[in-house]
């Protein structure tokens, strides 16, 4: 069967330091609640999205070898685009001299796995090459004033480059997609606006999207937990993490983090994650990892790959 495997992962980040201590001096918050309430310690914000995705996408392309004349598509995972009209991923493909279709994908922090599942299912009917890239600008629509989103998100990107390979099985074993609209009002922002959300309520329906999203990909994937050798998380908040974890009986040390360095990165999350992941040592080929995530919508995606690629 054909199934598009992982050959290269890459990330990139802007280069001025939002600490939390900066923090203390435009909002009403403090290192330490910030420390044990969220796990995140500092955040990186000032990127384009275009142009994080294009230092991203570079690093991919060069870690996978191929040629860029062999990509065939780019998806490119977003939910703050550079300008409304036309899709970011044009204007990345342009920059990266792609020679390939490109569009954006809005599923917000689970868009990098959306678009990832849906550039797997593009394999299958025939395109070979896709680079998958994660990116976001949240500080573009983040208040720094506002305590209860200034803590939270910052600006990255991750991409990963999909090869065709011929395969007894596949390399993503099971994946799950979900969409609850009725609650897009817990967080939103207005076009032109900065983010609004209902804290507590995400939390709460973070751990249990998650948990019920794993579990449906482990199903179809036939896997159990104790098979897992790597779950990579949406970096949204250390407890969130480690609530879900702790109910799919999945030991902490099996997660990736790097939130208390980069904070939430919304579709750059999961990719970035991935990247130190495997570029730490902490994927052997054949192991198998569990992309999980959730955002704005609310959304939620995960997916278990059988690593043997990059
Ligand atoms: N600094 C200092 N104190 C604070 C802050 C802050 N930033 N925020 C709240 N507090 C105080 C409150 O006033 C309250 O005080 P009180 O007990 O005296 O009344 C106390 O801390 C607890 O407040 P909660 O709102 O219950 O704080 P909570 O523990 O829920 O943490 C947080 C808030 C961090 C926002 C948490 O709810 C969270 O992480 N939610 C999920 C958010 C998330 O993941 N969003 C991303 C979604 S993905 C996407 O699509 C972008």
Redesign the pocket.
């Known amino acids: 069967m054909r199934t598009g495997v992982i050959t290269g992962l890459g990330s990139a980040l802007p280069e001025q330091v939002l600490t939390n201590k900066d923090l203390e001096l435009s909002a009403n918050?403090?290192d330490e609640?910030?420390v044990d309430?969220?796990g995140i310690r500092e955040r990186r914000i000032g990127g384009m999205t275009s142009t994080l995705s294009v230092e991203a996408g570079r690093k991919a392309l060069d870690q996978s070898g191929i040629d860029p004349a062999e990509i065939d598509l780019l998806v490119l995972a977003t939910t703050t685009p550079d300008q409304m009209v036309p899709a970011t991923a044009s204007v990345v493909q342009h920059q990266l001299g792609l020679n390939c279709g490109a569009f954006d994908v809005n599923a917000?922090?689970s868009g990098f796995t959306y678009g990832l599942v849906a550039a797997q299912g593009m394999v299958t009917i025939g395109v070979n090459n896709i680079l998958v890239i994660g990116c976001d600008s949240l500080s573009r629509i983040t208040d720094y004033t506002e305590?209860?989103t200034a803590?939270?998100f910052a600006d990255g990107a991750g991409a990963a480059v999909l090869q065709v390979q011929e395969a007894d099985t596949p390399a993503m074993l099971g994946w799950d997609l979900g969409s609850d609209g009725a609650a897009a009002g817990i967080?939103y922002a207005e076009i032109g606006g900065k983010l609004v959300?209902e804290?507590?309520e995400?939390?709460r329906r973070?751990v249990r999207v998650m948990v019920d999203s794993a579990r449906k990909t482990m199903e179809m994937a036939g896997v159990t937990a104790d098979e897992v050798a790597l779950v990579v998380p949406h970096q949204?908040?250390i407890r969130?993490i480690e609530s879900a974890m702790n109910k799919l009986d999945l030991p902490m040390e099996k997660a990736a983090l790097n939130l208390a360095r980069v904070g939430?990165t919304?579709s750059a999350s999961i990719p970035m994650a991935l990247d130190e992941a495997v570029a730490d040592g902490r994927v052997k080929p054949g192991d198998l990892v569990l992309l999980v995530g959730?955002?704005?919508g609310m959304t939620w995606a995960s997916a278990m790959l059988r690593w043997d690629g990059a």
Do not use: D, K, Q, Y
Request: with cysteine; charged share 10%; net charge positive.
């Open positions: 918050t403090n609640w910030i309430r969220t917000a922090c305590r209860n803590i939270l967080l959300m804290g507590r995400v939390f973070a949204a908040n969130i939430n919304s959730f955002g704005a």
